[in-house]
């Protein structure tokens, strides 16, 4: 589900679901979207019960949206929402429930296809009706015209089937609640990611293995490109959906959607950009000197220190983040971005005054964020403010559910160095080697394409 417009890439959403063995599944629905609220902060919902299914969603972080929410049911689905395509309003949030032939089904989607436009044109053409602006509801809508039988009587086969010929194009990880049945399904390209873990408590699966903290795992799969997963009170079975694609896996979800704790796409988040932080430390000159290496707090902390080790310049959190406010690219307004950035973030004097700070984030999409805290550095005193990002320059959109503005708002677009520098009022700014990228993603399974372009 998906509309472009932060300053950090938006993440995507976050989704969460299966069967409770030993009671209501709500609160463990809740507690697994707290931990995957980095995906997604704008809105959260739950959809939970046995045959007749009872939603609730509303805007705000999870404790907020789903406050003193008490709902019967073993079976369940949650999801957090950041808007990509799709305004922001009520009809938007996930999970979206309809009843047909007298069945409750509800859908959770993370990611976007491109083949939901035309299809929602054909629809509105024979009289349909949708109640969202999102590609969610076309694919719900779609699976339900194409299967035109009871949900409980659908088969996983028939529904992955109808997944294969309408959203070949597309990127996507569902979770469809059917009638004591809950089935799962991930794009045949990977481009996002989903993970698959069977516990004492219960069969779940979700966008993160962070996910799964807590409860008593006994196994943990990650599901496969075009594969997903049935689930029901007998238990669960891992089937292949359709034939396997070119995988296409995103970069970014490594590089600063996911959590740092998370296995994605069977890496280490922390590892992985730690490992950045210390390719981008051996890219940069001999002359480079500074004082002192701070991070742009969460996703850019792993990369710091990684850079900082490496150059053996000593590391300090010089920003402390503001725990109770959202990710700033996943802010759906810029106005609310740069307010957001200046709430966001306060500075530590001491660290910076007097000091050559070289300053290390994870991306420089808009140049907002990074605009505001270098300001907020040197009006505490920095003597320099060297920008670091560990990713290469973002010069391309996105069309698989990350929201990464039109390429005239990103900062890297047609831009040298020295011009990003003066823009964002650094003294410096210095880039991960396109090249260097495959150091840590090897192999021809990554997109890449936000970094150069049309091809993959």
């Known amino acids: 589900m998906n509309n472009f417009k932060n300053d950090k890439i938006n993440e995507e959403c976050g989704i969460f679901g299966g069967y409770c063995k030993c009671g209501d599944i709500a609160p463990y629905l809740k507690c697994a979207l707290l931990k995957l609220q980095h995906r997604g902060q704008e809105a959260a919902g739950i959809c939970c019960g046995g045959e007749k299914q009872t939603l609730h969603k509303d805007f705000g ?26 305004d922001s309003r009520k009809e938007n949030i996930q999970p979206l429930k309809v009843s047909y032939m007298g069945e409750d089904v509800s859908l959770a989607h993370n990611g976007n296809v491109s083949e939901a436009r035309a299809i929602r044109e054909k629809f509105e053409r024979i009289g349909e009706v949708f109640l969202s602006s999102s590609d969610s509801e076309v694919i719900l809508k779609r699976i339900i015209f194409s299967l035109k039988k009871k949900p409980s009587l659908w088969t996983y086969e028939e529904v992955a089937k109808c997944l294969e010929e309408n959203f070949s194009l597309g990127s996507y990880c569902i979770l469809l609640y059917l009638p004591n049945r809950i089935m799962a399904f991930r794009d045949p390209f990977g481009y996002r990611p989903l993970v698959f873990a069977s516990c004492e408590e219960g069969d779940f699966v979700a966008s993160e293995d962070v996910a799964f903290y807590g409860l008593n795992v006994k196994r943990t799969v990650e599901i496969l490109p075009s594969y997903g997963v049935e689930i029901n009170e007998s238990g669960y079975e891992i089937k292949k959906a359709q034939e396997s694609k070119n995988v296409c896996q995103c970069v970014f979800e490594q590089i600063y959607f996911a959590c740092a704790a998370s296995n994605i796409f069977s890496k280490s988040v922390y590892n992985t950009r730690y490992k950045l932080g210390e390719i981008l430390a051996g890219c940069e000159s ?7 290496a701070i991070p742009v707090m969460d996703s850019g902390l792993a990369c710091a220190i990684g850079y900082s080790w490496a150059l053996k310049i000593p590391f300090h ?13 996943i802010q759906p307004e810029q106005n609310k971005r740069t307010k957001n950035v200046l709430e966001k973030f306060i500075p530590v004097k001491s660290v910076v005054e007097g000091k050559k700070v070289v300053l290390i984030d994870d991306s420089l999409v808009r140049g907002t964020t990074s605009k505001e805290i270098i300001k907020i550095l040197k009006s505490c005193g920095a003597k320099e403010v060297h920008m670091r990002s560990v990713s290469p320059k973002i010069v391309n959109t996105c069309l698989w559910g990350v929201d990464i503005p039109t390429k005239e708002e990103l900062i890297s677009y047609n831009k040298t160095d020295v011009e990003i520098a003066r823009q964002i009022g650094a ?30």
């Open 61 to 86: 972080l999870v404790n907020v949206a789903l406050r003193n929410v008490k709902i019967k049911g073993n079976f369940g689905i949650g999801h957090l929402r950041y808007s990509t395509f799709g």
């Open 427 to 456: 003294d410096s700014v210095g880039f991960l080697p396109l090249e260097r990228l495959s150091d840590v993603f090897c192999g021809n399974i990554w997109c890449k394409k936000c970094f150069k372009g049309d091809e993959k």
């Open 286 to 292: 001999k002359k480079f000197v500074a004082d002192v």
């Open 317 to 329: 959190l010089g920003l402390i983040r503001n725990s109770w406010m959202e990710r700033s690219f």
